[in-house]
């Protein structure tokens, strides 16, 4: 099984661009070209949030239009830059299959790893947020298969990663999804976004992954001195390898169209 994950589009208004000078409509439309091309193709994509960068109903609108050339299905969970009640107008039913309790919370059955969108969007809040409703439909949805292969994926990292700019947004409800996470033996993997960087990180015997930018890196600062600027890059995301041997190994995918293929030859 191959799960393609994209996050943090942060699309702005038709012919702009994100905050006057990032290509986000572009360098979308630049990886839905490449997860087209590849081979084996992606079962689905996972679509982790901040669709739309300012929450306006026409940054989500043009972010559909784009994602709607994907060959395969693609599933979305709101972030903290995107409106919850647009995300469902315009992707309700379909990439987002199911709202209960007035949250974008749904499974995707039917595949080798089960997987569960959480919407960890508070509005007007920056940082994630479980509330008891929606960590007592987690609990209850762990609680239905404790055997399948399961992956979690959500906007916020549920943990500081060392980056004071994300860090700061903070998560309620982390410690208790963790306590959730620690009670389960299949959880493969929790697929994040929000800080902008590729991340690894062991969390409650589990893996933490975040999405790299889609040409809005996060400057890198491990002074823990709030940096404020972000570097525009090509686009990337990740690639999520479910192996024969039953490991979910993760690529990470840089769009350039500037290649050199090579042959690698041993050296006498
Ligand atoms: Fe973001
Ligand atoms: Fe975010």
């Known amino acids: 099984m191959l799960i393609a994950q994209i996050s943090d589009t942060h699309i702005a208004a038709a012919d702009k661009q994100t905050y006057g000078i990032v290509p986000m409509a572009e360098n979308l439309a630049r990886c839905v070209a490449h997860i087209n091309g590849l081979i084996p193709k992606p079962d689905l994509v996972l679509i982790t949030g901040d669709v739309a960068n300012d929450w306006c109903i026409d940054q989500t609108l043009r972010a559909k239009s784009i994602l709607d050339g994907l060959d395969c299905p693609y599933y979305i969970i709101p ?38 969108g959480i919407d960890t969007l508070e509005t007007g809040e ?26 979690l994926f959500m906007h916020h990292p549920p943990l500081k990663l060392g980056i004071p700019e994300t860090d700061v947004d903070g998560f309620v409800g982390s410690d208790e999804l963790g306590a959730l996470i620690a009670d389960c033996g ?69 769009v350039d169209g500037n290649v050199t293929r090579y042959e690698f030859a041993e050296h006498n």
Request: net charge positive.
């Open 186 to 254: 299949n959880i493969k993997r929790v697929l994040c976004g929000h800080i902008h960087l590729l991340t690894h990180t062991l969390w409650n015997g589990t893996i933490v992954t975040t999405a790299p930018s889609m040409g809005m890196q996060l400057a890198l600062d491990l002074t823990q001195e709030k940096p404020s600027k972000f570097l525009k890059t090509k686009p990337g995301y990740l690639l999520h390898h479910l192996t024969g041997g039953g490991h979910l190994v993760t690529h990470s995918i840089l």
């Open 126 to 151: 920056s940082g994630g947020v479980l509330c008891a409703t929606r960590l007592a439909w987690i609990k209850e949805r762990l609680a239905e298969d404790q055997q399948t292969p399961t992956l």
């Open 79 to 116: 972030g903290n830059h995107d409106d919850r009640g647009h995300i469902w107008d315009v992707f309700g039913g379909k990439a987002c299959p199911e709202r209960v309790d007035g949250f974008i919370n749904y499974v995707i059955d039917g595949y080798p790893i089960r997987m569960i």
